[in-house]
């Protein structure tokens, strides 16, 4: 298990590797500077050692060598800042580039993923991939670009300075030095226990708060406030007593590194003297040792943290990855045909077709559609009538069997133009955060505003849309939350009027939407219609007995086939449906 | 944040302790440099080696102390700041439970749950930072310029000078940024909006074949936010090389200073080392400090946050001499619940839900209400168990203004089914339950049937004892809303309230449901609100809704002869059949 999840961080960390690539001059720039400024940055201290060496005592300072020493130190000073300047800017470059470069592929990917791994996953899952998951990767790239690298650099930086001091001393020095490390992973592995337990604590906290202020209606209606009170102070309560387990072992970890710290100063600190009395070392060098010492504990201080954040952010990258290499959709063949204007026939031949391998749900299924006929499909909620319009849209490629338009097979067919010979208008209506012009134009951008008002008033959306504070430029929120369902549906329906298809799919409105604006959504529809092949996802009455084809689906197959008369009269599921749903009058 | 500070009365000795021991941790370390002074100064000077043995098991004693001090401090905080959340969050809970809708309306649901999640979490963080740390830091600043003051006071106003500067760089920097992060938010928000956009409308996009353009849009987005970025990137890439040049131009400062005073012989070689290590340890501090204050200014942020949730009142609250059961006793026949001259407005509308409603509703009798989306309809009926209070008029209930009655009391008479079927994690049987505690399980059996759930809870595994997900979430929509209706019915309430509540429902079950509720013996009054005709057709009583107004009232036949609204929804419905 081990060994996999190593391999698969070691392809995660190549790839990312892949990315960083295109920007390598502020690599190479960012990896030089980096070693520049550490090597002057280590330099300082022995500047200010030798300058204190200068400084014996009253009447023993050498102020021409202090002058030449600090003019030297100024320089140092100078040039270590321009370089940590220039440094943390390519730093930043690469690592929000790539990210911006990660982001990018990602969306494309998203466009081109087959519905199968969309509908396969909670939209949340598939946004924090590519937002939250791709902003953790930024900044631990950028925390290991900054204190990853340098803090190495430093520590063997470091070394080699002292060893030019002295070689006894730094040979304590790194001899007491892991220990920091050692006390630290050993407080982390045994916090970690009590850390994911305040996590799952947490977890089960979160989930009851979710459902008692979730449910904070039948809370209130049933009077269960005080059960309610009870179960969360037992939760809460635990959570106290966890939280302060693993708050304060944790908060042990810094508390112990600087010990050990103090502990490697001191020994500096004596061996040091020790060595400056037997003349070996001046005091000035001693003083360089020290604060070599302080900079050299720290990175040692803070690389756990940057470790594991570093594989937190690989982990993170891992699953954007993941995302941008699923397999897209297959692409057009070469040779695929551009259907430029469909005749409107559709003829479906043994089409066999599941999500699931072991749930069949469409087998054999034939269907022929001639110009201009209208198709219901009918059957109770969740029964799968959207399979249907995702194979005649291609959403979903069929597993066998063909589907015809205009006699082409649809897989020979670019999706483009197959797309684009259907209006399709959806329960679920969607509006993109843009001006109400901008929405109806979507299949026809160059659309003139006179186009887009004469779709609109196709619709029955004009009168409404008239009355909007700015009229055709009123901006929708993002997922049109300032407007109505059935508002929403005649902008849908105005939006497919513009460039009209010659063939439709469309879903009846169900119960959401008030009368009055329903009987308009009907009279657009009808209006569409006209002369156009449609398929219709159909609830009400009327609508399924003008179909000339009534298409019966139950659990997700098509059980039953054709007109209303003739369904009826084979008093089958669709003669119950119509009997329990319909006939209340008779 | 102010008033926050309340939940740590209970801590105060742990509150004071905790930084205490910090400032005692830190003084020790203060110490440290002038030992090496000393060191230097009297122990090389000298050849001392006894006398730099002993300083040098001062420094590991002065260590040890440091260690004891400070996890002291660590234990004194995190009881501190755990107690503090801990008794936050019960406060929160309670309060959150005596809002009315009226309140959690307008916050929203989601709001409410971070607040009290994620948000107290960050309080709690903060505060155990403070008590750690924001002591500590300034005192380590200042104390080391103090120490600077006792060596030498010529040398000690390099750090007069230099302390000032610094704050002003790193302050200055985290002021220019913060507001920068800020928008770099808003765009990475927008990124994030582009995205699920996407995904939600992910058929439209390909239907339409806006691939492209939707390609075209994330990246202005993206290239947007990573500008963004880059400019904040910019700005905070200043802090270490400001900080560096300043600090060690104070320590260039410093050594030349030293130099003079000493050759003057006012100080010793050592105490120059001394002052060089004081000017280092307030570098280390002062960029510890800066961290902190973003950290801080977050859990203020939440703080602020969690404390609105605490400034909103509930606006539904018990009377205060609440109309005793026994009282009731004497209720007249007839009326069971009345409107009389009605109205209400939701709290941050503009118009009225609801205007001059006025009708009366006899015991037993089953009342249909229907109307358009927005008509409403849920309004009228969250009136009766004050989910929300009149605005004008009033809500009687056996002739007894709802207000009156203690809120148990008044919840205890009637049964709400929602719209949204709402089920708890916890076996049917628990779910059962919350209508009536201690209900056999013959009870809940009949609550079940005339919910018409019995047949599918029988063939669940355990029956009564089946696990419920949470929000029931391994059920259908129909098996969830049949739940939720013999959840009302398990206490017998004398009024029924069904909102929707039969939707997912075919007609066939949802007209047998409809008849055995007709059936139960206690002569329920039951309200069935309904976008189906059909589900209120048979009822004594139908309410038409309109904009908020009764457009009818009255039996199927009256209204299909007066009331054109109603003629009008039943056409829709029905059109076909009738020609």
């Known amino acids: 298990m081990g060994g996999k999840k190593g391999g698969r961080q070691k392809k995660t960390l190549a790839e990312v590797l892949h990315y960083i690539r295109r920007y390598w001059l502020y690599l190479g720039i960012s990896i030089v500077l980096a070693a520049v400024s550490v090597a002057l940055t280590l330099y300082l201290p022995i500047l200010t050692g030798r300058a204190i060496d200068c400084i014996l005592g009253k009447g023993a300072v050498d102020f021409l060598q202090i002058i030449d020493i600090l003019r030297e130190m100024a320089v140092v000073i100078a040039l270590t800042a321009a370089s940590q300047w220039v440094m943390n800017i390519c730093n930043?470059?690469?690592?929000?580039?790539?990210?911006?470069?990660?982001?990018?592929?990602?969306?494309?990917?998203?466009?081109?993923?087959?519905?199968?791994?969309?509908?396969?996953?909670?939209?949340?899952?598939?946004?924090?991939?590519?937002i939250a998951d791709v902003d953790q990767f930024a900044d631990g790239l950028l925390m290991g670009f900054t204190q990853f690298f340098t803090g190495i650099v430093t520590i063997f930086g470091t070394l080699i300075f002292m060893l030019t001091i002295s070689f006894k001393i730094t040979a304590a020095v790194v001899l007491i030095t892991p220990i920091s490390l050692f006390v630290a992973s050993y407080i982390a592995k045994k916090t970690f226990s009590m850390f994911k337990l305040q996590s799952e604590t947490r977890g089960e906290q979160t989930s009851f708060i979710e459902e008692m202020i979730g449910g904070k209606k039948v809370v209130t209606a049933f009077a269960h406030e005080e059960e309610a009170m009870e179960q969360f102070d037992e939760i809460n309560e635990r959570l106290g007593e966890c939280s302060l387990r693993a708050t304060f072992f944790g908060s042990t970890t810094n508390p112990a590194t600087r010990f050990v710290n103090s502990l490697v100063y001191a020994t500096v600190g004596?061996?040091?003297?020790?060595?400056?009395?037997?003349?070996?070392?001046?005091?000035?060098?001693?003083?360089?040792?020290?604060?070599?010492?302080?900079?050299?504990?720290?990175?040692?201080?803070?690389?756990?943290?940057?470790?594991?954040?570093?594989?937190?952010?690989?982990?993170?990258?891992?699953?954007?990855?993941?995302?941008?290499?699923?397999?897209p959709e297959i692409p057009d063949a070469k040779d695929a045909v551009v259907l430029k204007e469909a005749d409107g026939t559709v003829a479906l031949s043994h089409v066999s077709f599941s999500y699931t391998k072991d749930q069949r749900l469409i087998e054999d299924f034939n269907l022929a559609v001639k110009k201009g006929q209208r198709v219901a499909i009918v059957g109770p909620t969740g029964c799968g009538k959207t399979t249907l319009i995702n194979l005649l849209m291609r959403f979903y490629d069929v597993d066998s069997g063909e589907i015809e338009v205009s006699g082409y097979a649809i897989r020979s067919l670019t999706r483009k133009s197959l797309r684009s010979n259907y209006g399709m208008v959806l329960q679920e209506t969607w509006l993109r955060s843009g001006t109400v012009r901008e929405n109806i134009a979507m299949g026809k951008p160059d659309a003139s505003l006179e186009e887009v008002v004469a779709a609109a008033k196709a619709a029955y959306a004009h009168s409404f849309i008239k009355r909007l504070p700015n009229g055709y430029d009123t901006v929708i929120a993002e997922d049109g939350g300032n407007f109505s369902q059935g508002q929403k549906q005649l902008l849908c329906i105005a939006r497919v009027m513009l460039c009209l298809p010659p063939m439709l799919i469309l879903d009846e409105a169900t119960s959401s939407i008030d009368t009055r604006t329903e009987i308009k959504i009907q009279q657009a529809f009808a209006a569409m219609m006209k002369g156009r092949t449609s398929f219709i996802v159909a609830h009400r009455l009327s609508t399924i007995q003008e179909a000339d084809i009534i298409l019966v689906m139950k659990d997700g197959s098509i059980i039953e086939q054709g007109n209303h008369r003739e369904l009826t009269e084979r008093g089958g599921f669709y003669a119950n449906l119509y009997q329990s749903q319909f006939a209340h009058e008779s | 944040m102010k008033s926050l500070l309340r939940f740590l009365k209970d801590y105060k000795k742990e509150s004071v302790l905790g930084p205490l021991f910090k400032l005692l941790e830190a003084s020790f370390e203060l110490i440290v440099p002038l030992v090496m002074a000393a060191i230097i100064d009297t122990g090389v000077a000298d050849a001392d080696r006894g006398y730099i043995g002993r300083m040098c098991l001062i420094l590991v004693l002065l260590a040890v102390i440091g260690l004891v001090c400070s996890i002291t401090a660590q234990y004194f905080a995190a009881k501190a700041a755990v107690?503090?959340?801990?008794?936050?969050r019960h406060a929160l809970f309670s309060h959150i439970e005596k809002l009315s809708f009226a309140e959690t309306d307008t916050v929203g649901t989601s709001t409410l749950i971070t607040r009290m999640t994620s948000d107290v979490n960050q309080v709690q963080n903060g505060v155990n930072l403070v008590l750690r740390l924001f002591l500590r830091s300034p005192f380590i600043v200042f104390g080391a310029m103090i120490m600077a003051f006792t060596i030498d006071v010529r040398a000690a106003l390099v750090f007069v000078v230099?302390?000032?500067?610094?704050?002003?760089?790193?302050?200055?920097?985290?002021?220019?940024?913060?507001?920068?992060?800020?928008k770099v938010q808003s765009a990475l928000d927008r990124v994030l909006g582009i995205t699920r956009e996407n995904l939600t409308g992910s058929r439209v996009i390909r239907a339409f074949n806006k691939e492209a353009d939707e390609i075209e849009t994330f990246h202005e987005s993206n290239d947007l936010l990573t500008r963004a970025q880059l400019y904040v990137g910019k700005i905070s890439a200043l802090m270490n090389p400001l900080t560096y040049v300043m600090i060690n131009g104070a320590i260039v400062a410093l050594v030349w200073t030293g130099a003079v005073r000493v050759d003057n012989g006012y100080i010793t070689q050592g105490e120059v080392v001394a002052l060089v290590n004081y000017m280092s340890q307030i570098l280390v501090e002062l960029v510890k400090l800066a961290n902190l204050i973003i950290n801080i200014n977050k859990s203020f942020a939440c703080a602020n946050r969690i404390e609105s949730v605490f400034e909103l009142q509930p606006s539904v609250t018990e009377p205060e001499k609440p109309v005793l059961h026994s009282d009731v006793k004497g209720e007249e026949e007839g009326e069971a619940v009345s409107f009389s001259n009605v109205c209400f407005t939701y709290a941050g509308a503009g118009d009225e839900a609801l205007t001059d409603l006025d009708f009366t509703v006899k015991r037993g009798q089953t009342v249909g209400i229907i109307g358009g989306t927005g008509s409403g309809k849920s309004s009228l009926v969250n009136l009766i168990p004050r989910f929300y209070d009149v605005t004008d008029g009033e809500v009687r209930i056996n002739g007894i203004n709802v207000k009156e009655y203690g809120l148990k009391e008044l919840h205890a008479q009637i049964g709400v089914v929602l719209q949204k079927s709402v089920l708890f994690k916890g076996s049917i049987r628990d779910n059962m339950k919350w209508g009536k505690p201690d209900a056999t399980d013959e009870e809940i059996w009949e609550a079940l049937s005339v919910a018409q759930a019995k047949e599918f809870v029988e063939k669940k595994e355990g029956g009564l004892d089946f696990m419920l997900r949470q929000e029931g979430k391994n059920l259908s929509g129909g098996q969830r809303q049949r739940l939720t209706i013999a959840r009302a019915l398990v206490g017998k309430p004398k009024i029924l309230i069904l909102d929707d509540s039969a939707s997912a429902l075919d007609y066939a079950t949802d007209a047998a449901l409809r008849q055995a509720i007709l059936n139960l013996p206690q002569n329920m009054t039951v309200f069935i609100v309904s976008q189906r005709a059909a589900s209120i057709l048979n009822a004594d009583q139908i309410l038409v809704l309109e904009d908020g107004k009764i457009a009818g009232k009255g039996t199927h036949q009256t209204l299909l002869k007066s009331c054109s609204v109603y003629r009008e929804i039943y056409n829709s419905q029905f059109k076909t059949q009738e020609a």
Not at chain 1, 103 to 108: D, I, L, N, S
């Open chain 2, 162 to 182: 230099t302390i000032p500067l610094l704050s002003v760089v790193v302050f200055g920097v985290m002021l220019v940024s913060i507001p920068l992060y800020k």
């Open chain 1, 92 to 130: 930043n470059r690469i690592t929000y580039r790539v990210v911006c470069d990660i982001r990018k592929e990602a969306f494309e990917k998203l466009e081109r993923l087959p519905f199968q791994y969309i509908d396969g996953h909670p939209y949340g899952e598939i946004v924090s991939r590519m």
């Open chain 1, 270 to 327: 004596v061996f040091g003297a020790f060595t400056a009395i037997t003349g070996a070392i001046s005091v000035g060098q001693l003083s360089s040792l020290l604060s070599y010492a302080n900079q050299y504990t720290k990175p040692f201080n803070e690389i756990s943290g940057v470790i594991t954040e570093l594989q937190n952010a690989l982990a993170c990258a891992a699953r954007v990855f993941e995302l941008i290499e699923q397999e």
């Open chain 2, 83 to 88: 107690g503090f959340a801990t008794g936050l």
